[in-house]
């Protein structure tokens, strides 16, 4: 089993950043997939960006490439999601979620992924 709690949520003004972290309990994340997904209010849930913890590999959404960076610590057991030039649509729910690393599982959908965590708020002002 895999405990995930999210943490850095927060209100921010427009062009602002803040930086998300994933803490993982139960086991090491060496063979698992991490990934930020994120909901807004009456949208879907939707991915925002991936890292394999194995290679390092990482991918992002169109709508925030260039803008947040995904990365891991691997003595903490943590993912983090470095948010910059924040937008007023880039409110929402932000979740972690992890999924072993298997090949042919594609890590842009939420249903693949068997751990969550709570979500932690994020809410960007004009």
């Known amino acids: 089993q895999v405990q995930l709690v999210e943490s850095g949520g927060g209100l921010v003004q427009a062009g602002g950043s803040l930086r998300l972290s994933c803490t993982a309990s139960?086991?090491?994340?060496?063979?698992?997939?991490i990934t930020w997904f994120r909901q807004a209010p009456g949208k879907e849930r939707e991915f925002a960006a991936t890292i394999i913890w194995s290679s390092g590999s990482t991918f992002y959404a169109d709508s925030v490439k260039g803008r947040f960076t995904i990365f891991r610590d691997t003595a903490a057991n943590t993912v983090d999601l470095q948010m910059n030039s924040l937008k007023p649509e880039d409110t929402a729910v932000y979740y972690c979620?992890?999924?072993?690393?298997?090949?042919?599982?594609?890590?842009?959908?939420?249903?693949?992924?068997?751990?969550w965590g709570q979500g932690t708020q994020v809410t960007v002002s004009s």
């Open positions: 139960g086991r090491t994340l060496s063979r698992y997939t």
């Open positions: 979620a992890a999924t072993q690393t298997r090949s042919g599982t594609n890590w842009r959908y939420s249903n693949q992924y068997g751990y």
